[in-house]
């Protein structure tokens, strides 16, 4: 009775107290969208944020706020996850601005992931409480990479561990699970991980497994360059399998004119893992040119062994120099020869390897040996075929990525590329799919709590962006211009762009993965 007097009593007092206003009261609310809450069907309606959470998501929400966003016309969707990024140096940067990340929110990405490609920092934990000290603009978790484990405990040699050195390893990438990285990543083509065994793989990635991780890898080949890329997916699925891991393969591709037309074959192989029960999983990102080093683009594996100071001496090696241009010769068919290559920084940013090739009076093998030796240069190597990237794009379990990696425009334009060209433009995608494996998929993905989606309770990460105009600026060309039509992103619950403009507020937060209860002492 008390109770119910009391409920009674406080409406009387809101009605009269307040006259015709609505009882309740928000921080924001953004009204008269086409909300997309990352899993259900689009509905006109509004989204209405307290401090740093989703407050309710509905038709004609009966509240008032302090602010109030007109979003007819346009998008409202979660805050987008990029599953796969190389920012980690940007988001540990001195400078406040960098910290940013103005070509992720530009975009409307609120979280990324670093660490992947069995790169990153061996010091987790570090990375981890960074955003305290130093803002960040976006929410951010790590995966430990298998690449600084491998260097610590055995250097760059091609070698096997000893059981003592697998007993280290194993130990490093538990130590770091428990620091609340989202799983352990590899990437296999790369040396010194290149030299590692399957089984050898599979002992690491069982330690990130029981604690919960997934393991996201860069495949042993993505081409015809070892083992090949079908074989390559066999391994990835067969680490998921024998180590109990999800796996998710990161940027799926089909990589040079060896392997074109192959993906309707590793789609088949990923379906027949998943009906087993197994976790597959893969990110794309919507360009035909893949960005690398001119090294691990074009220099034979073994030539790498020691790595580039072991490869500087082989060029001074006439007893091999003829195998070593060999091997150059080979990896620039594969990938569609000089012309197919585009430098991206440096002395001849901008130019093919072909134009420099001519202009230095000199072979493309010559040329492309001449620049190693100089430095190790950022390229964009056009090597995917567009049919191979639809059908990759069409799976329910491929999510949106963006590969983040100096001097390509994948950085600054990689989600609103694939919603302008692969959504708009050519339909290979519904707008519903773009967000949900833009932002849901990925977090039940990996684990990534309360977000990805627009849910009474969920952080408030939100993306509003105009149909009409969403597309990327950035080109080969031009890889720095930031993208278009995205007009307000909320950080949890922080406006990170307003009108269309970075508000300068620096939202964002390291996110750490919880383990599995028990698996951490
Ligand atoms: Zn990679």
């Known amino acids: 009775m008390r ?4 409920v009674a009593l406080g409406a009387v007092i809101a009605g009269w107290s ?6 309740r009261q928000v921080d924001l609310i953004i009204r008269g969208g086409t909300v997309y809450t990352g899993s ?9 944020i307290s401090g740093e959470r989703v407050r309710a998501v509905g038709p004609n929400l009966p509240f008032t706020a302090r602010r109030v966003i007109d979003a007819k016309g346009m998008v409202v969707a979660p805050g987008f996850i990029d599953p796969h990024t190389h920012i980690g ?6 400078d406040a601005a960098t910290r940013l990340i103005p070509a992720f929110l530009m975009q409307g990405v609120t979280t990324a992931f670093i660490g992947n490609d069995g790169g990153g920092d061996l010091d987790v934990a570090k990375v981890l409480v960074s955003a305290r000290t130093k803002p960040v603009g976006i929410n951010y978790a790590a995966f430990v990479g298998f690449g600084p484990i491998r260097e610590q405990v055995i250097g760059k040699a091609d070698r096997a561990p000893d059981a003592a050195e ?14 609340g990285v989202l799983g352990f990543s590899t990437g296999l083509y790369y040396a010194p991980q290149s030299f590692a065994s399957t089984a050898e793989v599979v002992a690491l990635a069982r330690e990130a497994g029981r604690r919960g991780g997934t393991y996201d890898s860069h495949i042993r080949d993505e081409s015809s360059y070892s083992v090949g890329l079908s074989a390559a997916i066999d391994e990835a699925i067969a680490i998921g399998r024998d180590a109990g891991i999800p796996v998710n393969i990161s940027h799926i591709k089909a990589l040079g004119v060896d392997v074109h037309g192959q993906a309707p074959a590793i789609i088949a192989k990923v379906e027949a893992a998943r009906r087993t029960g197994q976790r597959v999983t893969a990110d794309q990102y919507p360009w035909s040119a893949s960005g690398t080093t001119l090294t691990a683009a074009l220099m034979p594996g073994w030539a790498l062994d020691g790595g580039r ?30 012309a197919a290559l585009l430098i991206a920084e440096g002395k001849f940013g901008g130019r093919t390897l072909e134009q420099v090739a001519k202009a230095r009076r000199e072979d493309p093998v010559t040329a492309a040996i001449a620049l190693v030796r100089a430095e190790d240069a950022a390229v964009v190597s056009f090597n995917q075929d567009e049919r191979d990237i639809a059908a990759f794009m069409r799976q329910p379990w491929v999510m949106t990525s963006s590969d983040a990696f100096t001097g390509h425009p994948r950085v600054y334009g990689s989600f609103a590329r694939k919603y302008r060209k692969y959504v708009s433009a050519q339909g290979v995608l519904s707008l519903r799919e773009f967000i949900e494996r833009s932002s849901a998929l990925t977090a039940d993905t990996f684990g990534i709590e309360a977000r990805g989606r627009l849910k009474p309770g969920a952080y408030a990460d939100v993306v509003l962006f105009d ?5 990327e600026r950035a080109s080969y060309d031009q890889p720095t211009l930031l993208a278009e039509g995205v007009s307000m992103v909320v ?20 996110l750490k993965h919880r383990p599995t209860p028990g698996s951490c002492p």
């Open 3 to 6: 109770l119910v007097g009391k």
């Open 18 to 23: 307040l006259g015709a206003a609505p009882a």
């Open 40 to 48: 259900d069907a689009p509905f006109l309606g509004d989204v209405a």
């Open 89 to 94: 140096e940007q988001l540990a940067s001195r």
């Open 166 to 179: 697998l007993q280290r390893m194993r130990a490093l990438v538990a130590g770091a699970m428990c620091q």
């Open 309 to 338: 100071a072991a490869l500087l001496k082989r060029f001074r090696n006439s007893a091999i120099a003829g195998r070593l241009r060999a091997g150059v010769q080979e990896n620039l068919r594969k990938r569609g020869g000089a």
């Open 467 to 471: 149909p009409n105009r969403y597309a």
């Open 491 to 510: 950080v949890n619950g922080v406006l990170a762009v307003d009108g269309g403009r970075l508000t300068g507020q620096a939202a964002g937060r390291a």
